[in-house]
């Protein structure tokens, strides 16, 4: 279980890597995507609030996983999406190290964000199957 764990993880990180290089037209179908499935996951948790209390517990963690996941993959690409990068020029000059920065800077606060709501998220589905 702890090689699935870390698999799941590092794809993860690596998911977002890539929504931080995609451009806006892949970004915005990620977040609709996610947003969709996000949609999908909550009808499907409130017409049936105790379906995976019956699972085996690695089936319900790796559904928790998921579930997080996905909501905060589709929160990062929608938050890359409206909040788009400069165009990217060569940033030679006194204000590259300032630029940097800055953009290192959203990308820590965009994750941070989509880590509270994913987490919120998650939260809820929580309180409302009783686990």
Excluded: C
């Amino acid at each position: 279980m702890p090689r699935l764990v870390d698999y799941l993880f590092s794809a993860l990180s690596n998911s977002i890597g890539h929504i931080d290089k995609a451009n806006r037209k892949n970004r915005s179908v990620v977040a609709v995507t996610g947003a969709l499935v996000t949609v999908f996951i909550w009808t499907v948790h409130l017409r049936n609030p105790l379906l995976t209390s019956q699972w085996p517990e690695p089936l319900r963690n790796l559904t928790m996983f998921l579930i997080f996941g996905i909501s905060f993959v589709a929160i990062v690409s929608g938050a890359y999406f409206l909040f788009p990068d400069p165009p990217d020029e060569k940033r030679n000059g006194p204000m590259s190290g300032y630029l940097r920065e800055e953009t290192a800077r959203k990308g820590w606060k965009i994750m941070i964000t989509a880590g509270m709501l994913s987490a919120a998220k998650l939260f809820l589905l929580a309180i409302t199957s009783s686990w």
